[in-house]
């Protein structure tokens, strides 16, 4: 990544993470109580909402059938504690919301205009919230002006161009980040002081701007430190998966490197029930997920040593059981083990087998693929180039993922560029391919040597490259 979008990307960062407003009033001994008066109301659905990770994602807490009508009141009450965090009133059908901060015992009033919530807001609870709802309405002009940045940035054509934009982005997310300071200073034992410090981050040194390596190391070394471990209330924020996405995608990409990072951000959250839930929950569907060498190495590591071993106390035993049940079928197919074998036919309906591929090439890449799946119309053909943009010896062998042996047929008769692959399917429905190789989505690709070891897998076209460069530097390793 290049300065320019490096800087573009952290300045759109930071004022995702800031669209938040708050009040902090308290007036009952658990829960909360939030009146709200809305004028020229448009929706009759509206719903209190919690923010859980990341901007966009919400929870749904409770909801609302109220009319339509110029002034219209309404009231969300609760009488059990909560942990707090950010919450939102949203309407359902209108694009019409409204944020804050929810701590528990909290009796706020909230009151704003339909189509304006941000401008027209106030809240009665205290003066901090007032001052909360002033650095809300302090960041409404900062959209517009983004958007103009980012369309200076489009039509740039020289470097001195982007560079302009590159300060002017620069100077904008200083101004926001020094109206945040001024809040902690002002408010140190609040909520909002504890969210904005989440916010913070180190300058980076200008000599490692332009290093790649020293600035990844840099983001990573610092992108928890000014976080507080200690407040369950920062789960229901929108911030923490973009920090957890950029913690890992930062560390070195071997199994044993990412579980010990894993490993160091849940001690430091294991006396927060909410962070660490949030936190060992995202990492496991991460990994599950995860279309990177190690992910499946890493997604058991997840199952057997944190829910197996009760780490987990919120999953219920079908959970554990189904999860259980996922590992043991992985196992057979995890790098370093040698790929399965499966009795299959090629499209001419005679016998044939993976071994008898794989042994006359330093590499076979193996995808179970649908015909009828769109991921796979558009992660095929780049896949296929990929491959032949390395210029190795390296035979692709396509199979037909979940029986759709017709469309199979015509795709394959069709497409030009399946012409030098193999492909088989299993005509007898005999072979087990699914269980043996973990096919419960398309495409799954995996990558085996001469020998029939596993030495990638669930890779795309984007990281091919990647991918093969760690397997010559671990080559090169094993010859010293």
Not at 24 to 34: D, M, R, V
């Amino acid at each position: 990544m290049n300065k320019a979008s490096c800087l573009l990307k952290v300045s759109l960062l930071i004022i995702c993470f800031i669209v938040t407003q708050s009040t902090f009033g308290l007036g009952k001994t658990n829960g909360y109580k939030i009146e709200v008066h809305v004028s020229n109301c448009q929706d009759t659905t509206v719903q209190l909402c919690n923010y859980y990770g990341k901007a966009g994602m919400v929870n749904i807490v409770s909801t609302k059938t109220i009319k339509k009508s110029n002034d219209v009141t309404f009231t969300f009450e609760n009488d059990t504690a909560i942990v707090g965090g950010i919450y939102l009133i949203m309407f359902k059908n209108k694009r019409s919301q409204f944020e804050f901060i929810l701590n528990n015992g909290a009796h706020l009033q909230l009151n704003y205009n339909f189509d304006k919530p941000v401008e027209t807001a106030s809240i009665i609870g205290s003066e901090e919230s007032k001052q909360y709802l002033a650095y809300f309405q302090f960041l409404t002009p900062f959209n517009d002006r983004h958007m103009l940045i980012q369309k200076e940035m489009a039509l740039a054509k020289t470097a001195k161009d982007s560079s302009v934009c590159n300060d002017k982005v620069k100077a904008l997310s200083d101004e926001i980040r020094q109206y945040r300071k001024m809040c902690i200073k002002k408010f140190p034992s609040t909520f909002m002081a504890t969210y904005f410090t989440a916010l913070e981050f180190t300058d980076m040194p200008k000599k490692i701007e332009n290093n790649n390596e020293q600035r990844d190391e840099f983001i990573k070394k610092h992108i928890w430190e000014f976080y507080d471990f200690t407040d369950d209330r920062l789960a229901f924020t929108p911030i923490n998966e973009g920090k957890l996405e950029t913690y890992l995608s930062l560390t070195t990409p071997v199994a044993d490197s990412i579980k010990l990072a894993m490993d160091l951000l849940l001690k430091k959250m294991e006396k927060s029930k909410e962070l660490y839930k949030f936190t060992l929950d995202w990492m496991l569907r991460a990994q599950e997920n995860a279309k990177v060498l190690f992910a499946d190495d890493c997604f058991i590591y997840l199952v057997e040593n944190y829910y197996l071993k009760g780490k987990a106390t919120w999953v219920t035993d079908s959970f554990l059981t189904s999860y259980k049940a996922k590992i043991s079928n992985l196992a057979t197919n995890v790098i370093g083990v040698k790929a399965p074998e499966i009795n299959i036919f090629d499209i001419k309906d005679q016998a044939s087998s993976l071994q008898s591929i794989y042994t006359k090439h330093d590499y076979t890449a193996i995808i179970f693929w649908s015909p009828t799946c769109s991921h796979c119309k558009e992660e095929i053909p780049k896949l296929d180039s990929a491959f032949a943009s390395l210029h190795r010896d390296i035979v692709i062998v396509g199979i037909d993922a979940f029986r759709e042996t017709e469309e199979w047929r015509k795709l394959v008769n069709e497409s030009h560029y399946l012409n030098t692959w193999f492909h088989l399917y299993d005509a007898k429905q005999t072979s087990d391919y699914r269980k043996k190789y973990a096919v419960y989505s398309s495409p799954i690709v995996y990558l085996v040597d001469r020998n029939g070891i596993i030495v990638g897998k669930r890779f795309t076209h984007s990281n091919l490259n990647t991918l093969f460069d760690f397997l010559d530097k671990e080559k090169n390793k094993n010859k010293k």
